[in-house]
């Protein structure tokens, strides 16, 4: 998300293989390339099913 200053994936899939992901990368152009992965249990979504950007911050910034 362009809004917390660096592109930002998580991922909430179990037994997910992080080299999967690298080698998408790869694939996409320098400008669409994902700086940093996480991997969650659970996406944060507000009550209306939609990202809840402000707990998904809050995570990003635990996890750096």
Do not use: A, H, M, W
């Not at 917390?4 to 999967?20: A, M």
């Not at 790869?26 to 991997?39: D, N, Q, V």
């Not at 659970?42 to 707990?55: F, M, T």
């Amino acid at each position: 998300d362009e809004r917390l200053g660096q592109r930002v994936v998580l991922v909430s899939i179990k037994n997910f293989e992080p080299e999967e992901l690298y080698k998408l990368n790869e694939k996409l152009p320098k400008y669409k390339r994902i700086t940093k992965s996480f991997c969650v249990d659970e996406i944060p979504l507000l009550i209306s099913g939609k990202l809840d950007r402000l707990k998904l911050q809050t995570l990003v910034e635990k996890l750096t």
